[in-house]
Every structure is written in C-alpha cells, then in structure tokens.
C-alpha cells in the first residue's frame, strides 16, 4: 500500500472465514498515500473510526461503487477505499482477497464507517468571537440513575432547553420551529447528583434550512483556595437542528437575521443535512418493543428528542461494562406518532452496539451508534 494514492485505509480483524463475519477494526483518514494502521497506533491515528467489512448482496447495478482491494495476512484484512468516504458511509465495493491457501477469490463487500471514536468534526472548540450563550443548573434526582449519574434523556432535556432559552434571548422568530436531526454526544465524565453544571451553547455551522448548536456541559469543583479544579463532570455535544414550518412540518429556510444574530461564532463554517449511519440493521439484531406512553410526546405531536436516548439509557442499563468516556450518535429518520408500535433492534459489538428505532410499517425512526 505505501505509496498508492488512496484516501483511506483499514486494519479489519476477523475470524478464519475471511470477508463472511463482521468485525471491529480500525480506520486512518487522509488524503494521499496511507499504510496499514493497526489497533496499537489508534491513539495517534489523525482520525480513527469503528469500521466494518464483510459479505454482503450484489450492489444494485445502478449504484456506482468503489473499488476496493482486499489483501489478508493471517487473520488481517487490509480495505482501501479509492473513494472519500465520510462517518457513517456504507459503500458496496467489489473486493477480491488472498485466502491462506494463496488463492486469489473476488466477490462484493462492504465497508461500513459507523461512528467517529476519536475526532468528531462536529465538535469544534468553543469561539472567542460571537454569541455563546450561558447558564447554570443543578442535577436534580429525577435526572438521575439509580447509581447516581445523569442519565442521557435529562442530558438532552437540558440541552433543548439552554438551546430554546438562547433562542428567545436572541429574539429569534419561532424558536421552538426546530427539530433535532443529528446529535453527538461525548461524555468524558458524567455528572452526578447534586452537581452545578455549567452550560454554554453557540451556534457552529450553518445551512440553508438548518443550523448546528455546540454544547457544553462542566462541573467544575472549587478547591479550598478559592481556585476552579479540574471538570469533575464534562460532556460535549453537537445537535444539527433543522428549521421546519410549524403547519407542514417541512423543512424552511432559516429565520430572518438568524445569520446575523449566530454567525458570528460559527466562524464560517457550513453543514449538511446529511446522515451518515447505516438504516439497514443487520439480521442477526436483538428485538424489544418499546410502549409508548402519553408524556412521550411534545407540542409538535412526535416523540420528544429526549425518549431516543431513554432507549439509550436502556441498552446502557444491560452493558455494564460501557461507560464514559464514551461518544454516542443519533439520528434521526421520521417522527414517531401516537399509536405507532415500535420496536428496538439492537447489534452488541465489544465497544459499544448499534441501535435501530423502526416502527411497524418497516420505518426507522432512529440510528444510534455508541461506542466506548
């Protein structure tokens, strides 16, 4: 590989049954000749993601997919992409391997970039130019785990509301016309009960119909000097809120002087809509109904933000083993509506699991992704 101009690479471990069964691995991204990294040089990798490749259908014919060429030492599997692919990208690439006989075998394959463990392009630092708005809260019980955490529901509430109170300071039109699309969330260290949190929100990247909102969440313990110690708490997040019409729904251009009011901290920066995990679950995936409930659901009619990561918490409540740091993403598909039967299906993998909100009609509503 050294030398070849390729985008990206990746280490894939597997079992004997090359290319058939998914596998954790690592992936380095950038542009020009990369070689192959192996999971001991994740912690200097310039971008490090979950990845994943095994056997999948023929790709639709009309598709048109990357090459890729795929070479095995021992158990090692080595994915070049020829193409950019971006976190979250699922890309059918016909592939061919060395099989330990010597014997060269082609077929289709996937590579599938899931989640971001190391470098989240949405977490950009906090500006010192622009609006940042800021505000104090105390962790109240009902916030709480058994254990005493935050639990993520009550993180995001208090997300929604520091990002509607910013909005209403700033005179915005219609601040609660916004509904969530993306959401990142990096916890280096929970919270706990009774904690003063200190939140800061600011907007970091802007679009036609849609805006990104950073989010900070610290607790920052006072030493008998007086002086601020280290975070005894702190999480970060991300959240792509799309403006919609309040009678449609539909997506809508931003408000008027929304630019003028937030760009500033944006710092130039623009953002897509675009979602990047797969909305395909795999066969082998854990099912759960999940009941709805009447306080489920918010002023616009859906399934409030803060119930997705409830089911979060859930998968959390089964993997004792997965706590922070730890970065979760969430998607979001299409509302969930009053009488709607849904369903959780759920893909474990040693560092975290994958999840799939869907709905009886076959919609899914939610991808999440988590990972320790």
């Known amino acids: 590989m050294e030398g ?10 597997v079992d004997s049954t090359v290319g058939t069964v998914v596998a954790r691995a690592v992936v380095a991204v950038g542009v020009g000749a990369l070689s192959a990294v192996s999971a001991d040089a994740l912690s200097t990798a310039p971008l490090a993601f979950v990845c994943e490749f095994g056997a999948v259908s023929p790709p639709d014919p009309d598709e048109q997919a990357p090459s890729a060429q795929v070479s095995t030492m021992a158990t090692d599997v080595v994915v070049t992409l020829r193409r950019r692919c971006m976190p979250g990208d699922c890309r059918s690439a016909r592939a061919r391997h060395v099989d330990s006989a010597g014997h060269h075998r082609a077929g289709v394959g996937v590579v599938r970039v899931c989640d971001v463990t190391h470098a989240h392009a949405e977490l950009v630092d906090r500006p010192d130019v622009g609006r940042v708005f ?20 009550a993180c995001t509430r208090f997300l929604q509301d520091i990002a509607n109170d910013d909005s209403r300071e700033a005179g915005s039109h219609n ?21 003063m949190v200190t939140l800061a929100t600011w907007c970091s990247g802007l679009g036609p119909r849609w805006a990104e909102r950073r989010y900070e969440m610290i607790v920052k313990p006072i030493a008998s000097d007086g002086e601020a110690g280290p975070a005894a708490g702190r999480i970060e997040a991300a959240t792509l ?23 500033v901290a944006a710092r130039g920066r623009t953002v897509t809509a675009r979602l990047h995990l ?20 918010d002023v616009l009619g859906h ?21 922070a740091p730890l970065t979760i993403t969430l998607e979001h598909h299409t509302g969930i509506d009053p009488g709607d039967e ?31």
Not at 134 to 153: A, E, M, N, Q
Not at 175 to 195: G, M, N
Not at 252 to 263: I, L, N, Y
Not at 281 to 289: D, K, L, Q, R, V
Request: include cysteine; charge should be positive.
């Open 4 to 13: 070849s101009a390729v985008i990206g690479a990746a280490v894939v471990l």
């Open 134 to 153: 800021t505000t104090s809260r105390r962790v109240r019980i009902g916030d709480c785990s058994p254990g005493g955490r935050v639990r993520l529901d």
């Open 175 to 195: 601040p609660t016309a916004w509904v969530a699309r993306r959401t990142v969330i990096r916890i280096d260290r929970f919270p706990a009960y009774l904690d």
């Open 241 to 263: 809120w799309v403006h919609v019409e309040l009678e449609t729904m539909k997506p809508a251009s931003v408000p008027p002087g929304f630019a003028e009011q937030f760009a």
């Open 278 to 297: 797969p909305t395909r679950p795999p066969a082998a995936t854990e099912e759960t109904a999940w009941p709805l409930r009447f306080a489920d659901f």
């Open 303 to 323: 399934v409030n933000n803060s119930v997705y990561w409830a089911m979060v918490e859930e998968r959390l409540a089964a993997r004792r083993d997965l706590r």
């Open 342 to 372: 849904v369903t959780l299906r759920t893909a474990e993998h040693d560092r975290g699991f994958d999840l799939w909100v869907t709905v009886g009609d076959g919609r899914v509503a939610a991808v999440v992704s988590a990972t320790g």
